[in-house]
């Protein structure tokens, strides 16, 4: 068994189990909590692990499924050893994406080591990787935040740190205002291009925040125990065969939340700033409710602790699709949940912590905007992208919404794309349409083609929604287009593929089902054929669309802000622990 090798990128490719994975990783995060919750707290009371859950989480599952992958290869499996650090190397790392701003940190191999117990005095906590990464930086271009002392009063204050969080809660907010209710959006972005755009409506105020807020980093005290615990002692956890050191993963947690990350991962540092800041904003502007479209992440919870804090209501409105590991804490902290779906009930009442949550099926606001996009205007922008450079146009076109996975993930997803177009019966083109997050030298080398296939990348400020209506097809792993495109009657290719989760779409027959480029080929061909448009129920199940999202909700804000609940309609859904007799509003009911 000595002479058994086996290099780490082929020890990390072996399969493991998704199910048995996540389960370890939920055990971990539980004695964790148990363990090290208490350490430290934001001045106004928010638990460390509360608030940095997701990116700890995240780590904890790169250990885990390195660990799982190391009891997978036989030689070990067989004969079981320590694991030993490399030296001088570093405990985390990141690893490659194809995002702007998202870091996808882990913990390497000699952290691994360290956290099943070998010593590592030599090793640094963060790689050379990692640490050559530069922290976000202050732009000194943005106009300067104002004082939130001088924010005006308002109904609702909502909070924002993407593009896709903005295009959730403006129809929203535009909706408040044309009913006289101001409100106040504040934009966390540190990348420049997710910024909010500046609101139409007069009475919607937006105020950025201080971008040198979430640009600190450094150590908090109480985050690191002085001394290791004995080797023996209870505080440990099993991931499968191994011995997982809970003080030493506490080690690698706070190395992790010292890292300055940007909005999307704060250091812990930031969160106490960015918490007295959210802080003095409500004192001025005094809302009745807080509303967000992310409450799970280190800004989103902290935001709706705050709010509880100061006694306003707190409403989360789903920003993306919910399938099993679609996200990575599945916990949903406001009052109400707002779900697109009738399948997203079952999830948000699972996921529900609020003792009192109610959860309102009322669709995605950001989808309200579907009814008005010009299919023959896409398609001449489409026509035009794929006739620059070559001067061909493709008989048919397909849009490939795409997610900000690593180059190896989508150089895997567009060969099975590419070579499907390739055998489809018609001459197709392929038009990529980046997320939003997603930098576009990430697919320079798919532009690179030979010749044979007619490719094109759709311009980032025009996105996948300004494509997907004039498209004949849509190819998607797990991105929201797809329901788009569903809402819309495109049909959806959808990319099950080995490690991969998908929308479920094809589950509910409101997709194709392709695993391979012969299954995308059959499923192009037979779009020629006549087929069954989507119904109103199939499409209800997945997103309740009647182009009037943004108004429901605006309804549903007042209505819980108003003490006698006048106007209420009977159809909604109690989570786990809320109150019988609780207001209710209107919204689609579980058939």
């Known amino acids: 068994m000595r002479s058994a090798q086996i290099t780490t990128l082929q020890l990390e490719a072996l399969p493991v189990d998704r199910g048995e994975t996540g389960q370890h990783v939920e055990n971990v995060m539980t004695a964790l909590e148990k363990y090290s919750s208490h350490r430290a707290a934001t001045p106004r009371g928010a638990p460390w692990l509360y608030v940095q859950h997701v990116p700890v989480r995240r780590l904890i599952s790169q250990l885990v499924r390195k660990l799982m992958a190391l009891s997978a290869w036989d030689a070990f499996a067989q004969a079981p050893g320590p694991v030993t650090p490399a030296p001088y190397e570093g405990l985390l790392g990141v690893r490659d994406s194809s995002s702007r701003e998202y870091r996808p940190y882990t913990v390497t191999w000699s952290g691994a080591a360290f956290a099943l117990g070998a010593p590592a005095p030599h090793n640094p906590a963060r790689s050379a990787r990692l640490r050559r990464l530069a922290a976000p930086q202050v732009d000194a271009c943005a106009e300067p935040s104002p004082v939130p002392?001088?924010?005006?009063?308002?109904?609702?204050?909502?909070?924002?740190?993407?593009?896709?969080?903005?295009?959730?809660?403006?129809p929203v907010l535009e909706e408040l205002a044309r009913d006289g209710h101001p409100s106040v959006l504040i934009d966390l972005a540190t990348d420049p291009?997710?910024?909010?755009?500046?609101p139409v409506a007069d009475a919607v105020s937006l105020c950025r925040a201080p971008a040198e807020i979430l640009a600190v980093s450094g150590t908090v005290p109480g985050m690191r125990l002085e001394a290791e615990e004995p080797a023996g002692s209870d505080s440990s956890v099993q991931v499968g065969r191994h011995t997982v050191r809970l003080d030493s993963l506490e080690r690698l947690a706070a190395a992790l939340v010292e890292e300055s990350g940007g909005c999307t991962q704060p250091s812990w540092r930031a969160v106490v700033h960015t918490e007295a800041w959210l802080d003095e904003v409500?004192?001025?502007?005094?809302?009745?409710?807080?509303?967000?479209?992310?409450?799970?992440?280190?800004?989103?919870?902290?935001?709706?602790?705050?709010?509880?804090?100061?006694?306003?209501?707190?409403?989360?409105?789903?920003?993306?699709?919910?399938?099993?590991?679609?996200?990575?804490?599945?916990?949903?902290?406001?009052?109400?949940?707002?779900?697109?779906?009738?399948?997203?009930?079952?999830p948000a009442r699972a996921w529900a912590r609020h003792t009192e949550a109610e959860i309102h099926v009322l669709g995605q606001p950001r989808f309200d905007v579907l009814a008005g996009l010009g299919p023959e205007t896409q398609r001449r922008y489409l026509q035009k992208l794929l006739a620059t450079g070559t001067g061909q146009q493709p008989d048919r076109i397909a849009v490939w919404a795409c997610?900000?996975?690593?180059?190896?993930?989508?150089?895997?997803?567009?060969?099975?794309?590419?070579?499907?177009?390739?055998?489809?019966q018609s001459c197709w083109g392929l038009v990529i349409a980046p997320h939003p997050t997603q930098g576009i030298h990430a697919f320079d080398p798919l532009l690179q083609q030979d010749g044979r296939q007619l490719v094109a990348v759709a311009d980032p400020q025009v996105g996948a929604r300004g494509c997907l209506a004039g498209a004949d097809a849509v190819a998607s792993v797990f991105s929201t287009c797809g329901i788009e495109a569903v809402l819309l009657d495109v049909p959806v290719l959808e990319l099950d593929l080995p490690g991969e989760?998908?929308?479920?779409?094809?589950?509910?027959?409101?997709?194709?089902?392709?695993?391979?480029?012969?299954?995308?080929?059959?499923?192009?061909?037979?779009?020629?054929?006549?087929h069954l448009r989507v119904t109103p129920d199939a499409r209800d199940a997945v997103c309740h669309w009647r182009g009037n999202s943004a108004f429901d909700i605006a309804q549903l804000i007042v209505a819980r802000s108003r003490a006698d609940h006048a106007h209420i309609d009977p159809n909604h859904h109690d989570a786990p622990g809320a109150v019988s007799g609780m207001p209710r509003d209107e919204g689609a009911p579980v058939r």
């Open 282 to 346: 409500l004192c001025a502007v005094r809302p009745h409710t807080v509303l967000v479209s992310n409450d799970t992440s280190p800004l989103g919870a902290l935001a709706v602790h705050t709010a509880e804090r100061h006694g306003a209501n707190t409403v989360h409105v789903q920003h993306g699709a919910w399938m099993p590991g679609s996200v990575a804490w599945p916990a949903i902290h406001s009052r109400h949940i707002v779900v697109m779906g009738e399948r997203d009930v079952a």
């Open 149 to 170: 002392s001088t924010l005006p009063r308002a109904a609702v204050v909502a909070l924002s740190w993407s593009s896709r969080h903005a295009q959730t809660l403006m």
């Open 501 to 530: 989760r998908t929308l479920g779409l094809a589950d509910q027959s409101l997709a194709h089902r392709c695993g391979s480029a012969a299954d995308i080929a059959s499923a192009l061909n037979a779009l020629s054929k006549p």
């Open 193 to 198: 291009a997710e910024r909010c755009p500046k």
């Open 403 to 424: 997610q900000p996975f690593g180059p190896d993930r989508l150089r895997a997803q567009a060969d099975i794309i590419l070579d499907g177009l390739r055998k489809a």
